[in-house]
């Protein structure tokens, strides 16, 4: 009762043991109440079964109508109405039953998932369809039943147009393969979502309370789970429909953005590449000839199932352009080949004219020596040249067939078959006459070969002598050594084998083939490639030593040597093991070794008179402004350091008195005497202290550089040591009276003139103190004007006045 909203009266129940006689009072009520609860019992039974009717009917529904959103949700509306319904009559426990048929519909969908997902696949990729269970005819012949379920024509026939269009010299597929692919993929995910969206029956629309739940299992608003329940090959196989329409559709796609290339791409750099074989020039004519007909096509749509693809227009941009390329390929393959013609009628036609000046009845027995070999040579080279012609002859008839318009200047290939044609008689005559001379060519050609003996044996022999192999000699010159032996060297070995050809022409013994020559040149190809190694060191240091001395900066010259070395060692091994490298290694080495040296020789203690010391004992005769620093080490400046370093030392010493001197000279010539104003009258010296003591101390130093042997070494010294001394002594007995004279008139001059009484008391003192007064108040103002220390010897008489 309490599941259909049948409750008994619990005043009216009646408990399992009491006894109820008919007689009783209360069961006229008591019979009332339970035949109205029976009653109401009953007709909720039959609305309930009512219910599950129309489910099972919706159930049923379910399974035959059409695979679209609307339809499917009509049915579900009806089974929520019918669960509203209950809900509004006060149905208990109804959320159970309730998910009871949402898990049936959810079975029934579940199926009909499955079956649309095979139709979607037989629609867009017909295949045999994976089977779910089931194996064998009956299970085939079921699956192919289902697959008859009808899909929208909105889903079937969908199709996308896309457009392969140029824009800015670029190709692109508009929209993109990518974009179509999400186009398709949102179609298929679209159709799942037909019952993957279909919302789940509720129970709680009408209640206003929340009822409360036994059961922990969260369920979804909607049945999207439904496609974790699908097989899963049939759901790969509904995403590969798509895709293999997509690949197909990518690669038709890339045939044409492959034609980018010739956007891309500059026929002169193609030209490059290809160079002037004329073999594969045909080749690449031919391959464009043929890429360019597969364009012709009047198509210009291609469908790949509901994939449209429109290439009109770009196709007949393509096409333009195929033209453009093919006459600039055309173009430059014309010109490469007008170019190889020219030369092969060149060649053509010097090889007839010298085949026609070539005799063999010359004095020189070395111009029939040439003559036969030359007619053998021609006689080799006819069979490649016939082959030649006709490649070209080829070539010719190619770009004939292409169209192309030749110039007025064009020299056609059969001009050069006849040149070839008459080449070939007049071969044919020569090696005649040839061979009706055979004995006296002979005799000529065997007498030729032992005087060309002769004279290679006498070259080789001056070669072995002449070689610069020693490192001693200069790499300009032992250039020009290897120049002229080489153009000798490859004159005798071309004669030699003008020789060998001759002999072999007539029939002649070879005898034994001398290679000498042969190794000579080898020998000469490694000196020429050590020496022209070397030369660029050796210019570098030439360069070096042609600094000037007066400018040179040690530093500069020692980083110079130390890359230059570096340099030479970074050279191949097969370069430093000969004598050249050696000796030039060696050489720099030893520069940076006596670097030091050289740096002491830019002391300022060096003059001129030591310089030309130096110049002397190095045996140099130049001007030193002329002097480079090549100049020096040429003249063994290195090897002779002892002789060096006593003039450094007799520098240095005769600078230390040059020091003494100027720093005498500097202090006297600038020393301005101390003055001090003296109660308002005059200025007075003072400082006396450090005068004397300055004085004394330059005094005694000049006394003891008389006895320096640098000091009567050098006149100018002498003389200006002398020159100093007497200065200095003369100063010294003036300041010396000087001092006397100022200390007593400071003494007196405050005792005479410091009263007035003084005159009148010592008239005679007075008058003459008066008097020297006055003379020293005039000497001090002409200091006082120029208060220069030697300006006191400029004054005449001023010991006499002093004293």
């Not at 080495?589 to 030091?596: L, Q, S």
Request: with cysteine; aromatic share 8%.
């Amino acid at each position: 009762s309490e599941a259909f909203d049948v409750k008994l009266s619990t005043s009216t129940a009646v408990s399992k043991k009491q006894r109820v006689r008919w007689e009783a009072k209360n069961m006229t009520d008591w019979v009332s109440n339970l035949n109205e609860s029976v009653s109401k019992f009953e007709d909720r039974v039959e609305q309930l079964l009512r219910a599950c009717d129309k489910v099972d009917i919706a159930l049923n529904l379910l399974n035959k109508v059409s695979y679209e959103s609307t339809m499917f949700q009509g049915v579900l509306s009806s089974i929520q109405k019918t669960i509203d319904q209950m809900s509004l009559s006060g149905y208990n426990d109804l959320d159970a039953w309730v998910q009871l048929v949402g898990d049936r519909i959810g079975g029934v969908l579940s199926r009909r998932l499955q079956l649309a997902l095979r139709a979607w696949i037989k629609a867009f990729k017909p295949k045999p369809i994976v089977s779910e269970t089931e194996d064998g005819p009956e299970a085939d012949l079921k699956a192919d039943k289902e697959a008859e379920i009808q899909i929208p024509e909105s889903v079937t026939k969908v199709k996308v147009e896309l457009d392969i269009l140029l824009r800015n010299q670029e190709i692109t597929p508009v929209p993109s393969v990518p974009a179509v692919r999400s186009i398709f993929l949102n179609k298929l995910h679209e159709f799942i979502g037909v019952i993957c969206s279909l919302p789940r029956p509720t129970s709680g629309k009408y209640e206003v309370f929340e009822t409360t739940t036994t059961s922990d299992v969260v369920v979804d608003d909607n049945y999207q789970d439904l496609v974790q329940m699908c097989d899963p090959a049939i759901l790969a196989d509904a995403y590969n429909s798509v895709e293999d329409h997509i690949r197909e559709a990518s690669s038709f796609v890339d045939q044409w953005l492959a034609y980018q290339t010739l956007w891309d791409t500059q026929v002169s750099e193609v030209a490059a590449t290809v160079g002037s074989a004329i073999e594969k020039w045909q080749s690449l004519l031919r391959e464009a000839a043929e890429a360019r007909s597969t364009l012709d096509s009047s198509a210009a749509v291609a469908e790949f199932g509901p994939i449209v693809i429109r290439y009109g227009k770009v196709q007949s941009q393509i096409n333009l352009k195929y033209d453009s390329w093919q006459r600039e390929l055309q173009s430059s393959f014309a010109s490469i080949l007008g170019q190889c013609i020219e030369d092969f009628h060149t060649k053509i036609s010097t090889s007839k004219d010298k085949l026609e000046a070539t005799t063999l009845d010359s004095a020189a027995t070395e111009n029939i020596v040439i003559g036969v070999t030359f007619v053998q040579e021609v006689k080799q080279k006819v069979g490649p040249w016939a082959k030649e012609i006709e490649s070209l002859r080829v070539a010719e008839k190619l770009l004939r067939k292409q169209r192309y318009i030749f110039t007025s200047e064009w020299r056609e290939v059969s001009v050069i078959k006849g040149l070839y044609d008459s080449l070939l008689q007049i071969l044919e005559r020569r090696t005649r006459t040839m061979e009706q001379q055979i004995p006296l060519l002979q005799a000529r050609v065997a007498a030729e070969d032992k005087n060309a003996t002769k004279n290679l044996e006498s070259l080789l022999e001056k070669w072995r002598e002449d070689k610069p192999l020693r490192g001693n000699v200069a790499p300009p010159v032992a250039l020009e050594t290897l120049a002229t032996y080489e153009v000798s060297l490859k004159k005798a070995h071309v004669h030699q084998e003008n020789l060998v050809r001759a002999k072999d022409a007539l029939g002649l013994d070879q005898g034994i083939e001398n290679t000498e020559v042969v190794e000579s040149l080898n020998e000469l190809a490694d000196l020429k490639e050590v020496w022209d190694a070397v030369l660029e060191p050796y210019e570098s240091l030439e360069g070096i030593k042609a600094t000037p001395w007066a400018t040179a900066v040690m530093r500069k010259i020692r980083s110079a040597l130390d890359g230059l070395l570096a340099e030479m060692r970074s050279l191949p091994n097969r370069i430093r093991q000969y004598d050249a490298y050696t000796q030039l290694h060696d050489t720099v080495k030893g520069y940076i070794n006596g670097h030091t040296l050289l740096s002491e020789l830019k002391t300022e203690a060096l003059k001129e008179r030591h310089w030309k010391t130096i110049l002397q004992r190095l045996g140099i005769r130049m001007p030193f402004s002329d002097l480079t620093v090549g100049a020096l080490w040429d003249h063994n400046l290195l090897s002779r350091k002892k002789d060096i370093g006593e003039i450094l030392t007799i520098a240095q010493g005769e600078m230390a008195l040059e020091v003494f001197l100027g720093q005498v000279r500097e202090r006297w010539t600038k020393q301005e005497l101390e003055l001090v104003l003296f109660q308002n009258r005059t200025r007075l010296i003072r400082g006396w202290d450090d005068l004397f003591a300055t004085l004394d101390d330059h005094i005694g130093g000049l006394a003891l550089m008389k006895s320096s042997p640098y000091y009567r070494s050098v006149r100018e010294f002498q003389e200006e040591g002398k020159l100093w001394e007497d200065r200095l002594t003369k100063l010294r007995a003036a300041f010396d009276s000087w001092v006397d004279v100022q200390r007593r008139w400071v003494y007196l001059e405050g005792i005479l003139f410091g009263s007035s009484d003084i005159k009148a008391q010592l008239p005679t003192e007075w008058s003459r103190f008066k008097s020297v007064d006055s003379e020293f108040i005039a000497l001090m103002r002409r200091i006082a004007s120029k208060p220069y220390a030697m300006e006191v010897l400029n004054i005449d008489t001023l010991q006499r006045t002093l004293e």
